[in-house]
């Protein structure tokens, strides 16, 4: 995570546009992640050497604590990631965990970091989850002697306990919402700065942030484009896995006067690498939800209305991946809700069928959908249980594994067919009864399997003859809309067929087009039965 442990005053706003940099006479001080990960294994002795050498103004480093009460620098609950030890570190004693590794590369004490930091101008930045743990580190450093600037950020249960043991402690408020902080939100923590994934930076809470006096922090940014974005909006420090990478693209910007793009991307550039990034997200999204358990399972609206950690967490992932290829787009997502952006807008639901998920079915979709001046421009919807990416591109076609997706023209009987619906939240939606009798009077079979997106895209693959939702969304069936079109199938409403999205809220169906107008016709006379 991130911050700066020196907490230096704002100062007032530049008139100038052209001044980036709105809220400090500097650019954002540059956090190091974990020490330099990517020069020397994560939270050691070299690591945060190197981080120190490369000239980072705070050095951040994860704390636990060894079975026998020691505080060590480790990221995990266990050592097995990084050390090959499945046990966890709070369940073995510190001469065991000291024999780990070799040479220099070994878990540190958090007293050997403080140390090692004596008389340098770099901060430590200690990062917590656990409130035992937190006690065990602000003990630590409260033995300390020496002259180590030393800040603390991470769970607010940890940020209480460590509060508790130092009451002068500098305290960062970890914040995940897109909503600005308030004055309350600031009561229990007394917080100097307001600690937050880029994924929930925006402009406003920046602004909020600083008119209550807090300094922002933001994590973890490692290339040039969001970092500078990130120090437009007028961040005070960056947490970055590149310390050097990020420090020059900051000095250029300073050097060139913080200047605006010369030209706006071309709709074939933004296409393209977005196509590239949502494979990649939807691969990566798979494979979490696959192999990260359900753990927690709330509602929302109403008790059927669900709503688990996987969901909360797929979409924090989604949205800072977006975030670091594309920081100036909008983005809606069915957990956080609305960030602004300019013309380019992605819409998420990191799992469609949550209720599947929470109890075990393995059925659910993720959706993924960019759109520009409001025409959907890039779609993906991916399968976790079968392993599938459907993806789909404005003009350019759908694709199921690198095999293309289209639909023939030719005439389709519903006998013997199978159409896929969703109830409307978890009841059945007007006209669900008539449309059900009016395909069994057909030897039609309508299915209902708790995936709306799925329930679309299964048309756009030519698995099913037809589907239909009570209401359109963008976040459920955006990319799902768009495989349709670009596989050659039919979107229609009750008054027919349209392009792009249909109306938000309205009723939609997909079709074969060999058999849409039947579809429509039946559809149709069962919502106006309903």
Not at 7 to 20: G, R
Not at 87 to 102: F, H, T
Not at 336 to 349: I, N
Not at 425 to 441: K, S
Request: charged share 20%; with cysteine.
């Amino acid at each position: 995570m991130s911050a700066e442990t020196q907490v230096v005053p704002v100062a007032s706003a530049p008139s100038s546009a052209d001044t980036a940099w709105r809220h400090g006479a500097r650019p954002p001080r540059l956090v190091a992640h974990r020490g330099a990960p990517r020069v020397r294994r994560e939270n050691t002795l070299p690591a945060v050497a190197v981080a120190e050498a490369l000239g980072a103004e705070t050095i951040e480093v994860d704390v636990r604590r060894t079975a026998d009460g020691v505080a060590v620098l480790l990221h995990d609950e266990t050592l097995g990631r990084l050390w090959g030890d499945a046990r966890r570190v709070s369940d073995v004693a510190w001469c065991d965990v000291a024999r780990l590794g070799n040479g220099l590369d070994r878990i540190p004490r958090l007293d050997a970091a403080l140390e090692r930091l004596d008389g340098c101008r770099s901060a430590l930045l200690i990062d917590l989850t656990d409130p035992e743990d937190a006690i065990v580190a602000a003990r630590t450093v409260a033995g300390f002697h020496g002259s180590t600037a030393v800040a603390w950020c991470g769970a607010p249960v940890a940020m209480a306990a460590v509060r508790s043991e130092l009451p002068d402690a500098d305290v960062w408020l970890a914040w995940e919402s897109l909503d600005p902080p308030t004055a309350a939100d600031l009561v229990d923590l007394s917080p100097s700065t307001l600690n937050l994934d880029i994924a929930f930076l925006t402009p406003r809470t920046v602004e909020a942030a600083h008119a209550l006096g807090l300094q922002v922090a933001v994590w973890t940014v490692d290339a040039g484009e969001p970092a500078v974005w990130a120090a437009r909006l007028g961040v005070d420090s960056i947490t970055t896995n590149d310390v050097a990478a990020v420090h020059a693209a900051l000095a250029a910007a300073e050097r060139d006067g913080w200047p605006e793009r010369d030209r706006e991307p071309t709709e074939t550039e933004v296409a393209s690498r977005a196509q590239a990034l949502a494979h990649r997200i939807a691969h990566e999204v798979i494979a979490f939800t696959r192999e990260h358990p359900v753990s927690e399972v709330t509602t929302k609206a109403h008790p059927a209305d669900l709503v688990t950690d996987v969901d909360r967490l797929v979409e924090q992932h989604v949205r800072s991946r977006v975030r670091m290829v594309f920081p100036t787009h909008g983005f809606t997502g069915e957990e956080y809700g609305d960030a602004p952006g300019d013309r380019h807008r992605w819409y998420l639901d990191p799992v469609d069928g949550t209720t599947n998920l929470a109890n075990g079915v393995p059925w659910t979709s993720v959706s993924l959908c960019l759109t520009r001046g409001g025409r959907p421009l890039v779609g993906v919807v991916a399968d976790p249980w079968r392993g599938e990416v459907l993806e789909a591109r404005r003009g350019r076609g759908a694709t199921l594994r690198d095999r293309a997706l289209q639909l023939d023209d030719a005439p389709r009987p519903l006998a013997g067919a199978v159409v896929g619906t969703e109830l409307d939240g978890h009841r059945p939606w007007p006209g669900f009864g008539a449309f059900l009798d009016a395909l069994a009077d057909r030897s039609c079979t309508l299915r209902v399997q708790g995936s709306g997106t799925l329930t679309i895209a299964q048309v756009a693959a030519g698995r099913g003859i037809g589907g239909c939702v009570s209401a359109f969304n963008p976040v459920d069936h955006g990319a799902a809309v768009l495989l349709v079109h670009e596989a050659g199938g039919i979107v229609l409403t009750r008054t027919g067929p349209v392009e792009g999205f249909p109306p938000v809220g309205e009723p939609f169906l997909v079709a074969h087009p060999g058999a849409a107008d039947e579809l429509h016709a039946v559809w149709t006379a069962a919502l106006a039965a309903g």
